[in-house]
């Protein structure tokens, strides 16, 4: 499985971003995904979250900013993050859970994306 990051970028604070999150690969279904993000020498840090069903959580900071989104059929998540703040400058990254079949079993296998830089000036 496969998880590509994209959307990032240099906007004003006050602006809007919409980071994407495809999947790809050899995978029977993705549940939950979640969005985080890091500042170097900082922890990650959960950002949202979105479980198959669209149940969605969000880190205190993003509430009310911030919305995520999925699309089963297409095997894509959304960040749509709006009212950008500098302290909203990280690399944000894609994680997810994903339901696959090898060695005879179904496995549920936790994967990774490349991250993508959003700079938020101000």
């Known amino acids: 499985v496969q998880l590509q990051a994209s959307g990032g970028g240099l906007v004003q604070a006050g602006g809007s971003l919409r980071l994407s999150c495809a999947a790809s690969g050899s995978f029977l279904s993705i549940n939950n995904v979640a969005w985080y993000r890091q500042v170097p020498g900082n922890e990650r840090e959960l950002v949202a979250l979105?479980?198959?069903?669209?149940?969605?959580n969000y880190a205190d900071s993003v509430k009310g900013r911030f919305t995520i989104s999925r699309d089963n059929a297409k095997n894509m998540v959304y960040l749509q993050m709006n009212r950008l703040k500098p302290e909203d400058t990280a690399v944000y990254s894609c994680?997810?859970?994903?339901?696959?079949?090898?060695?005879?079993?179904?496995?549920?296998?936790?994967?990774w994306g490349r991250g993508t830089l959003v700079t938020v000036s101000s």
């Open positions: 994680n997810a859970d994903a339901e696959v079949y090898y060695s005879s079993a179904y496995h549920l296998d936790n994967y």
């Open positions: 979105i479980t198959r069903a669209g149940s969605t």
